[in-house]
């Protein structure tokens, strides 16, 4: 159990809860064991009563004592139901919030985290750890931790009240119980290596499902149905028979409890009935202890479930803590440096290699951006672009070399107030399944900007947006569907651009967000765009070569390096690299 006490701080946290539900467990099973009791007194009473001869009896005496006793069991049956709700009302609700707060930590933990994880973690996986993995753990702290804790408490309560009443006959009727430890011990091995199979197996379907839900588009248009059909089955029939498998283990254990204590209420009848004629023992007593013995018989069968639960629980928060004890290598190097008015930016010697794959992005970039200037950078497929938006965002840090803002390194600013400094659109455009309104709102706490409402209305203007938007039947009230995709290419590409313009920003970042407008469209944005930027840095990363033209400077890439730099004339004269990408693109 060593990967659940990672819990410890959370059990702390509502300790409580878990010691009220202690007491309210052991106070159930108190007035739970005083009903054989007052049963075995009932059972005497009637048999002296029959021992007493016909003509001496006195069955009004008798009824008196049994109405006692009646009403002595229902009370106890009373008081035994009142506190079984109150343990729980506070296990029970102790294991919840243990949850919420686990969710919401290891959500927490996963925007942290760098995006290499991303890159290297499948979206299902991700998903499954935070959903199944933490249902598993709150099954362990709620029922778990109740049976558990009722189990021992009635253990101790009945065993110790077993011996005060014949310790020989308590012996004999707890003889299965060492073959019982044995058992829960094999079989509690077994259940956890078979429960981590199931939970990684889980995870593989819950990535099948979300690709495939993902990417519905082109598994319809390949007509590849079927295939992926047949895929999801085999996986699924995989899922099904490690269940299967655990189902057969389950299958063996309960009988096994079940027979164990059924041999216990044997021996229970046979050493007792032999006790009765000895005269050590009552009937009562008889009674008394196969009452007990049934009374252990649901926690001794839980012993298994609880094991099963547990074991189950450990593998699943092993699981989750092989995602939490990962340390963002970005956050770790931040020591919160604040950044200063020049937000002029340098590349001096970097080099780049992507982490999760080791292969070279960036190599001897030496690059100055003054404040206030508008530079694009160019170049092929893979030469590097978009790398350099991704190192001045701290998506990732250089392998080699560093990058200056203002007076200081890069990655010694707050990463947070790094970010809001800039201003980033990404190549892949990623819409949430909200309004329009509220993704363009994205990232701007409107509570606190009384402009809002016009400033939203100016960036959609900007991003030639607005007309398209009061065509709607809700205007920015629309709801977009998963990723925007009830928006059109060029539509999706607009919104994120006017996310983008509504950050107070001095460095704006624009990755090949143009690629899906038109020339006429393209070129009412760029003019829209000159006053928003008047005191703004643009880094505008683009293959189409004639939207440089607006740029004061242009870096060319190719082979992972800058192989060219200046104006648009100055390129363009020049006779290189840029020249000749120029040349293709107009005569396409």
């Known amino acids: 159990m060593k990967n659940l006490f990672s819990l410890n701080k959370y059990i702390v946290k509502y300790k409580s809860k878990l010691v009220l539900g202690i007491l309210f467990v052991f106070l159930s099973n108190v007035f739970r064991v005083l009903q054989p ?136 009727t707890l003889l299965p119980l060492p073959l019982l430890s044995l058992i829960i011990y094999k079989v509690s091995n077994l259940i956890n290596k078979k429960s981590e199979k199931i939970q990684k197996q889980l995870a593989k379907i819950t990535t099948v499902s979300q690709e495939a839900f993902s990417g519905i588009r082109i598994i319809k248009s390949f007509n590849t149905n079927a295939s992926w059909e047949n895929y999801f089955g085999k996986e699924s029939e995989q899922y099904k028979n490690l269940n299967l498998e655990l189902a057969k283990v389950d299958s063996l254990f309960f009988p096994s409890m079940y027979l164990l204590v059924g041999i216990s209420t044997l021996i229970t009848i046979y050493v007792g009935g032999l006790s009765v004629f000895e005269g050590s023992v009552t009937p009562g007593n008889i009674a008394e202890f196969v009452i007990y013995i049934n009374m252990l018989t649901w926690p001794v069968s839980a012993i298994g479930w609880c094991a099963s639960i547990i074991q189950q629980a450990e593998a699943s928060q092993k699981r989750i803590n092989e995602f939490l004890d990962i340390v963002p290598e970005i956050a770790k190097q931040s020591n919160g440096q604040i950044i200063d008015s020049n937000y002029s930016i340098e590349f001096k010697d970097v080099l780049f290699r992507y982490p999760e794959n080791n292969l070279l992005a960036l190599k001897n970039i030496n690059l100055k951006i003054p404040f206030g200037s508008k530079v694009a950078i160019v170049g092929k497929t893979a030469s590097g672009k978009s790398t350099i938006a991704e190192l001045l965002v701290r998506m990732y840090d250089p392998t080699e070399g560093e990058i200056r803002l203002g007076k200081g390194i890069l990655k010694q600013y707050d990463l947070k107030e790094l970010r809001s400094m800039i201003s980033y659109v990404p190549q892949d455009v990623f819409l949430f399944s909200d309004t329009i309104r509220n993704n363009i709102l994205f990232g701007v706490d409107s509570d606190l900007h009384s402009d809002s409402e016009q400033r939203m209305l100016n960036t959609a203007t900007i991003s030639a947006l607005a007309n398209e938007v009061s065509e709607f039947p809700d205007g920015y009230e629309s709801i977009l569907g998963e990723r925007g995709v009830t928006l059109s290419g060029g539509q999706k590409q607009r919104v994120s651009i006017a996310r983008a313009l509504m950050k107070e920003s001095k460095i704006l970042i624009l990755d090949d967000s143009l690629s899906a407008i038109d020339a006429i469209t393209e070129e009412k944005i760029f003019d829209a765009l000159q006053n ?57």
């Open 37 to 172: 009791q007052a049963l075995r007194e009932a059972l005497d009473q009637i048999v002296d009563y029959i021992k007493i001869p016909q003509e001496l009896r006195n069955s009004d005496e008798l009824v008196r004592h049994l109405m006692n006793f009646g009403l002595i069991l229902l009370s106890c049956a009373i008081l035994m139901g009142i506190f079984m709700y109150f343990m729980r009302q506070t296990i029970i609700v102790m294991s919840r919030l243990i949850e919420y707060d686990l969710r919401k930590d290891i959500f927490a933990h996963y925007l942290k985290l760098d995006l290499s994880f991303y890159k290297t973690n499948k979206t299902g996986d991700i998903m499954s750890r935070i959903s199944e993995d933490v249902n598993k753990v709150r099954t362990y702290l709620g029922p778990a931790f109740l049976y558990g804790f009722n189990l021992i408490s009635l253990f101790i309560v009945v065993i110790v009240t077993m011996i005060k009443v014949n310790f020989v006959l308590s012996m004999y």
């Open 532 to 588: 928003e930027i008047e005191n703004k840095t643009l880094i505008l990363i683009t293959h189409r070569l004639s939207q440089t033209k607006y740029m004061d400077k242009i870096i060319v890439l190719a082979n992972n390096t800058i192989v060219e730099e200046g104006s648009f004339e100055e390129l363009i004269s020049s006779g290189g690299l840029f020249s000749k990408m120029y040349e293709r693109e107009i005569k396409k």
